[in-house]
């Protein structure tokens, strides 16, 4: 409990009535009691030699991957706080505010200007709180609007580097969503909702804290003590896994200590061997500053989430990885700052889950609602033109698998070029523009008869499949017959063309 009095110290307490204050704080102390007699404070209960997976990576590396995520393809990433309510800049508002005081980059001059001019010098961060009230909030809602977009799993915040909690965290004394603010479980509530409508629910949970006092200690100390981790955010990360067993775990905050001061081997060892979810729960790769790059062959992790935007490359084919995007893209939060030009398009979207998945990846797309509970307009709007394209082409993405080949072209990119996925003995060539004079040369594809077939997806029109003959040739030739408008599938690309009889 003194480590919640030093935090509320650093950040301000929310105004509460004696008799509510004495209800909290014995409440947290109820809680830490019974951490301290169940064992949860502790890192983790040690694994025994019976016991598949040991707290090291060579073992842990040897645990397969669930096959949900490789199936799903297409995720929704929710980045929502405290720092939804200035709204301005990015999720790190507070950092940029009082972090890095002596050398402010340009975002956090932007940030303090801000700041300074519409709150005023002495307004704390901690003031936002309370004002971060999710009032219009409908998770059921949000869930429906994500089955539209042809989403098939949900990744929240439940931890950012502010440390606000969006679930009733002891460890974050007055400073979680149901102390404070929406007085709600925030996870608890969109869980249900995500589950009820069939998608997988993953959590975002953030290693560190920007400011927590238990931290900067064990930072001051150069790492050689681990309170903060012992104190705070394991018993989090064992809390959030036991009470809402989420199907995925993204880990963030890992770069300033390596993976024996954040414990993590011990706390995958618990997650796979123990935990309520261990059967279905996926992680990603960010345990510890020490974690090697990715293809030295010694990385470690779940699947590979790389840098923020990773890009698909030849050297991401040997590990599933993931390339999770921001729809704004300059920031994961809701920044009210930012003009229509910062937005992704549709086409540059559809660019980065085609390219994502034709390499093996997970295409996870950012959105940031707002304080009160609404998704803005655009990310809806967006989201929406996914789930209409996804509705035409999905069969060439949901459980496709990597083709011999990514990609048919030298060039490629938004509008241009070819990718390839396959999915039993269907291989589909996925053009990112409209073939031109309605031919389409592919390079790469191999008949294995005369006789080739392809489908537009979406379109009921037979298209003209031949094999390309000539010395030195060997490829396929789709002839395009000219469609009406309303014959096409869609009038703005990528067009997938479903192929049988190659290899």
Same mark, same amino acid.
């Given at each position: 409990?003194?480590?919640?009095?030093?935090?509320?110290g650093?950040?301000g307490?929310?105004?509460?009535?004696?008799?509510?204050?004495?209800?909290?704080a014995?409440?947290?102390?109820?809680?830490?009691?019974e951490?301290?007699?169940s064992?949860?404070?502790?890192?983790?209960?040690?694994?025994?030699?019976?016991?598949?997976?040991?707290?090291?990576?060579?073992?842990?590396?040897?645990?397969?991957?669930?096959?949900?995520?490789?199936?799903?393809?297409?995720?929704?990433f929710?980045?929502?706080?405290?720092?939804?309510?200035?709204?301005?800049?990015?999720?790190?508002?507070?950092w940029?505010?009082?972090?890095?005081?002596?050398?402010?980059?340009t975002?956090a001059r932007?940030?303090?200007?801000?700041?300074?001019?519409?709150?005023?010098?002495?307004?704390?961060?901690?003031s936002?709180?309370?004002?971060?009230t999710?009032?219009?909030?409908?998770?059921?809602?949000?869930?429906?609007?994500?089955?539209?977009?042809?989403?098939?799993?949900?990744?929240?915040?439940?931890?950012?580097?502010?440390g606000?909690?969006n679930?009733?965290?002891?460890?974050?004394?007055?400073?979680?969503a149901c102390?404070?603010?929406p007085?709600?479980?925030?996870v608890?509530?969109?869980?249900?909702?995500?589950r009820?409508?069939?998608?997988?629910?993953?959590?975002?949970h953030?290693?560190?804290e920007?400011?927590h006092p238990?931290?900067? /200690? &064990?930072?001051?100390?150069?790492?050689t003590t @681990?309170?903060?981790?012992? =104190? %705070?955010?394991?018993?989090? +990360?064992?809390?959030?896994?036991?009470?809402?067993?989420p199907?995925?775990?993204?880990?963030?905050?890992d770069?300033?200590a390596?993976?024996?001061?954040?414990?993590?081997?011990?706390?995958?060892?618990?997650?796979y061997?123990?935990?309520?979810?261990?059967?279905?729960?996926?992680?990603?790769?960010?345990?510890?500053?020490?974690?090697?790059?990715i293809?030295?062959?010694?990385?470690?992790?779940?699947?590979?989430?790389?840098?923020?935007?990773?890009?698909?490359?030849?050297?991401?084919?040997?590990?599933?990885?993931?390339?999770?995007?921001t729809i704004?893209?300059?920031?994961?939060?809701?920044?009210?700052? /930012? &003009?229509?030009?910062?937005?992704l398009n549709? @086409?540059?979207i559809?660019? =980065? %889950?085609?390219s994502t998945? +034709?390499?093996?990846?997970?295409?996870?797309?950012?959105?940031?609602p707002n304080?009160?509970?609404?998704?803005?307009?655009?990310?809806?709007?967006?989201?929406?033109?996914?789930?209409?394209?996804?509705?035409?082409?999905?069969?060439?993405?949901?459980?496709?698998?990597?083709?011999?080949e990514q990609n048919?072209?030298?060039?490629?990119?938004?509008?241009?070029?070819v990718?390839?996925?396959?999915?039993?003995?269907?291989?589909?060539?996925?053009?990112?523009?409209?073939?031109a004079?309605?031919?389409?040369t592919l390079?790469?594809?191999?008949?294995?008869?005369?006789q080739?077939?392809?489908?537009?997806?979406?379109? &009921?029109?037979p298209?003209?499949?031949?094999?390309?003959?000539?010395?030195?040739?060997?490829?396929v030739?789709?002839?395009?017959?000219?469609?009406?408008?309303?014959?096409?599938?869609?009038l703005?690309?990528?067009?997938?063309?479903?192929?049988?009889?190659?290899?």
């Amino acid at each position: 409990l003194a480590a919640h009095r030093n935090l509320i110290g650093r950040i301000g307490t929310p105004q509460r009535t004696p008799l509510v204050m004495w209800a909290v704080a014995f409440s947290a102390l109820l809680s830490l009691a019974e951490s301290t007699a169940s064992g949860r404070g502790a890192a983790t209960s040690t694994p025994t030699s019976t016991q598949p997976y040991q707290p090291n990576w060579p073992s842990l590396m040897t645990r397969p991957l669930p096959s949900w995520y490789d199936e799903a393809k297409v995720g929704v990433f929710i980045h929502w706080g405290v720092y939804s309510v200035p709204a301005f800049g990015s999720e790190w508002y507070w950092w940029d505010l009082r972090g890095d005081i002596a050398s402010p980059d340009t975002e956090a001059r932007a940030v303090r200007a801000f700041h300074n001019k519409t709150y005023g010098y002495e307004y704390q961060y901690s003031s936002f709180g309370p004002q971060f009230t999710a009032e219009l909030w409908d998770p059921d809602a949000w869930a429906d609007l994500f089955v539209k977009a042809g989403i098939k799993y949900v990744v929240l915040t439940s931890k950012h580097h502010e440390g606000w909690c969006n679930w009733c965290s002891a460890e974050a004394f007055g400073w979680n969503a149901c102390d404070n603010g929406p007085k709600r479980d925030l996870v608890g509530d969109l869980t249900a909702s995500v589950r009820n409508a069939g998608l997988r629910m993953g959590l975002y949970h953030s290693i560190f804290e920007w400011f927590h006092p238990l931290y900067l /200690d &064990d930072k001051a100390n150069n790492f050689t003590t @681990s309170r903060y981790v012992d =104190e %705070v955010y394991l018993p989090q +990360a064992k809390e959030i896994n036991t009470l809402y067993q989420p199907d995925l775990i993204w880990s963030d905050g890992d770069w300033e200590a390596n993976s024996s001061y954040w414990k993590s081997p011990e706390l995958l060892a618990w997650l796979y061997n123990t935990a309520p979810n261990k059967e279905n729960v996926i992680v990603n790769d960010r345990w510890g500053s020490d974690n090697p790059p990715i293809g030295s062959g010694k990385h470690f992790g779940g699947y590979f989430s790389g840098s923020d935007r990773q890009q698909a490359s030849s050297k991401m084919l040997v590990h599933k990885w993931e390339n999770a995007f921001t729809i704004d893209s300059l920031s994961w939060g809701v920044a009210r700052n /930012d &003009d229509l030009s910062i937005y992704l398009n549709i @086409s540059t979207i559809l660019y =980065e %889950v085609v390219s994502t998945v +034709a390499y093996g990846g997970n295409a996870l797309i950012n959105i940031g609602p707002n304080a009160d509970g609404t998704i803005a307009i655009i990310f809806q709007e967006r989201l929406t033109q996914l789930g209409e394209w996804l509705g035409v082409n999905g069969d060439a993405i949901y459980e496709t698998r990597m083709w011999r080949e990514q990609n048919d072209t030298a060039v490629h990119g938004v509008g241009q070029g070819v990718f390839y996925t396959s999915k039993g003995a269907n291989v589909y060539a996925i053009a990112m523009a409209w073939p031109a004079k309605g031919v389409l040369t592919l390079q790469v594809p191999k008949p294995t008869t005369n006789q080739v077939t392809a489908i537009l997806l979406g379109c &009921d029109v037979p298209i003209g499949a031949k094999a390309t003959v000539g010395v030195g040739k060997a490829g396929v030739t789709l002839d395009v017959p000219p469609l009406d408008i309303t014959e096409l599938p869609s009038l703005t690309g990528p067009w997938v063309f479903k192929l049988v009889g190659v290899v």
